[in-house]
T-cell receptor, first 114, second 110 residues
Framework: DSGVTQTPKHLITATGQRVTLRCSPR?????VYWYQQSLDQGLQFLIQ???????AKGNILERFSAQQFPDLHSELNLSSLELGDSALYFC?????????????FGPGTRLTVT | TQLLEQSPQFLSIQEGENLTVYCNSS?????LQWYRQEPGEGPVLLVT?????EVKKLKRLTFQFGDARKDSSLHITAAQPGDTGLYLC??????????FGAGTRLTVKP
């Protein structure tokens, strides 16, 4: 158990819909990262927040957005969903803000878009 | 094309054998990490290397970071079935770019 929690574990929705994925970092960690893992693209870095502020941005689509709240939990919002958005979405956390800090991954949310 | 190329993509060996997997790039990374991921779970960090030429050992696993900080290798001695999993390398460039390789899927047969 990494100490990072993600909800829900599974999510099935239809194309065009909007969903919100939630992540709670390990106690004491200030950074939260979001990743997408699909069979054809592998693990893709989406975005990082550090202490409530956006710190780094990867291959995140404009239809996707994220935020980190004062209690440090984070939410990833996915809108206008397409079939290709079906994937595992992981959240990770680290104590520091640099990307080289050790990241601890949550169990993931499996999103299926039908 | 992946920024980080991992090879081999698949590896199936017998228990007790040694193996090496590689992570190569044309880019320089400020740090490189290796993770192991099991089906249905998140990746678990094995090691972080930051200095060119650095070698780190973790029990039967030996990690090396290339002198130019563009490549890395993971060597496993006397592999065990519990080593089975997807091995991912990940590199940080500057402080705003994190990339993962596609992974090496290792199967160790008893």
């Amino acid at each position: 158990d990494s100490g990072v929690t993600q909800t829900p574990k599974h999510l099935i929705t239809a194309t065009g819909q909007r969903v919100t994925l939630r992540c709670s970092p390990r106690s004491g960690d200030l950074s939260v990262y979001w990743y997408q893992q699909s069979l054809d693209q592998g693990l893709q870095f989406l975005i990082q927040y550090y202490n409530g502020e956006e710190r780094a941005k990867g291959n995140i689509l404009e239809r996707f957005s994220a935020q980190q709240f004062p209690d440090l939990h984070s939410e990833l919002n996915l809108s206008s969903l397409e079939l290709g958005d079906s994937a595992l979405y992981f959240c990770a956390s680290s104590v520091g803000g640099h990307l080289s800090y050790e990241q601890y991954f949550g169990p993931g949310t499996r999103l299926t878009v039908t | 094309t992946q920024l980080l190329e991992q090879s081999p993509q698949f590896l199936s060996i017998q228990e007790g054998e040694n193996l090496t997997v590689y992570c190569n790039s044309s880019s320089v990374f400020s740090s490189l990490q290796w993770y192991r991921q099991e089906p249905g779970e998140g990746p678990v960090l094995l090691v972080t290397v930051v200095t060119g030429g650095e070698v780190k050992k973790l029990k039967r696993l030996t990690f090396q970071f290339g002198d130019a900080r563009k490549d890395s290798s993971l060597h496993i001695t006397a592999a065990q079935p519990g080593d089975t999993g997807l091995y991912l390398c990940a590199g940080a460039r500057n402080n705003n770019d994190m990339r993962f390789g596609a992974g090496t899927r290792l199967t160790v047969k008893p």
